[in-house]
């Protein structure tokens, strides 16, 4: 006996999604039967991405995105609904970071990291959830109208890291906003929940792994091991899931028990 999760007629948004978890979050979100809309900053990236979900038979569309640009968010969600449909399901992905120690962290350092991590997603999730909600109030009673929004925080929001301690906070108040989010939205159908990703081998980190300090930090991991974006995909899609209605708010961690 078998279960699979089928998305087929849901539309999806996936910020970010020109490399790293991002492209992982569009490819499986596709096979599982969605049409995905691209989002991010590198279009010719997110052109290429779409050929390869559209060659494995998947339905993929392309937007422009840059979530630090609150015209940018109203007019590219607008777009992916003229283009694909009524929006089901948005993983929220986007995110930057900065290496430095608190007393060398400038005021353009603390909003490049803020303005996109915290900022850029509350208005992202803002902008998808008015029009859910529109859509929710506005239904025949019985109909479906629910909504999945997966914010994609960071163990680092739930465990403090040296060197980066505001892409800590920026992904600490992306775990709050989820469960506020959550109890706001909650009634009309639209499930709210975050992932906290452990340290992930991707293209942007590939080569800090060989490094002695990449080596150092994966011996001081549980299992001494990094995660692939692969390992994410089961809890993606059991979040997006029509059959996920009884879990909203919920902060998962998939980190390899590196939090606890």
Same mark, same amino acid.
């Given at each position: +006996?078998?279960?699979?999760?089928?998305?087929?007629?849901?539309?999806?948004?996936?910020?970010?999604?020109? !490399? #790293?978890?991002?492209? $992982?979050?569009?490819?499986?979100?596709?096979?599982?039967?969605?049409?995905?809309?691209?989002?991010?900053?590198?279009?010719?990236?997110?052109?290429?991405?779409?050929?390869?979900?559209?060659?494995?038979?998947?339905?993929? @569309?392309?937007?422009?995105?840059?979530?630090?640009?609150?015209?940018?968010?109203?007019? %590219?969600?607008? @777009? %992916?609904?003229?283009? =694909? #449909? !009524?929006?089901?399901?948005?993983? *929220? *992905?986007?995110?930057?970071?900065?290496?430095?120690?608190?007393?060398?962290?400038?005021?353009?350092?603390? &909003?490049?990291?803020?303005?996109?991590?915290?900022?850029?997603?509350?208005?992202?999730? $803002?902008?998808?959830?008015?029009?859910?909600?529109?859509?929710?109030?506005?239904?025949?009673?019985?109909?479906?109208? #629910?909504?999945?929004?997966?914010?994609?925080?960071?163990?680092?929001?739930?465990?403090?890291?040296? $060197?980066?301690?505001?892409? /800590? +906070?920026?992904?600490?108040?992306?775990? @709050? +906003?989820?469960?506020? =989010?959550?109890?706001?939205?909650?009634?009309?159908?639209?499930?709210? *929940?975050?992932? /906290?990703?452990?340290?992930?081998?991707?293209?942007? *980190?590939?080569? @800090?792994?060989?490094?002695?300090?990449?080596?150092?930090?994966?011996?001081? +991991?549980?299992?001494?091991?990094?995660?692939?974006?692969? &390992?994410? &995909?089961?809890?993606?899609?059991?979040? /997006?899931?029509?059959?996920?209605?009884?879990?909203?708010?919920?902060?998962? $961690?998939?980190? &390899?028990?590196?939090?606890?």
């Amino acid at each position: +006996m078998s279960y699979s999760i089928d998305l087929a007629g849901r539309v999806a948004l996936v910020t970010g999604a020109s !490399s #790293g978890l991002g492209t $992982q979050f569009a490819k499986t979100l596709a096979k599982a039967g969605a049409a995905v809309v691209l989002a991010g900053r590198r279009v010719e990236r997110l052109k290429a991405l779409r050929a390869e979900i559209e060659a494995d038979g998947g339905d993929a @569309h392309v937007v422009k995105l840059d979530v630090t640009d609150h015209g940018s968010i109203k007019a %590219a969600v607008a @777009h %992916a609904e003229t283009e =694909m #449909g !009524s929006l089901d399901i948005l993983v *929220n *992905n986007s995110g930057v970071s900065t290496t430095q120690r608190l007393t060398d962290v400038t005021p353009d350092d603390y &909003d490049y990291v803020m303005d996109t991590n915290t900022k850029g997603a509350f208005f992202v999730a $803002q902008e998808v959830a008015k029009r859910m909600l529109a859509r929710a109030q506005g239904s025949a009673p019985g109909t479906f109208t #629910g909504g999945r929004i997966v914010n994609i925080a960071s163990m680092a929001g739930l465990k403090v890291l040296g $060197q980066i301690g505001v892409y /800590c +906070m920026s992904k600490s108040a992306v775990i @709050h +906003m989820t469960r506020a =989010m959550a109890l706001e939205w909650g009634r009309y159908g639209i499930n709210v *929940n975050a992932i /906290c990703p452990g340290y992930i081998d991707t293209e942007i *980190n590939h080569h @800090h792994w060989k490094t002695e300090q990449g080596k150092k930090l994966i011996e001081m +991991m549980p299992r001494k091991r990094i995660g692939q974006p692969q &390992d994410l &995909d089961a809890v993606l899609m059991m979040l /997006c899931a029509n059959e996920s209605h009884f879990v909203n708010g919920a902060v998962v $961690q998939a980190d &390899d028990g590196f939090a606890v």
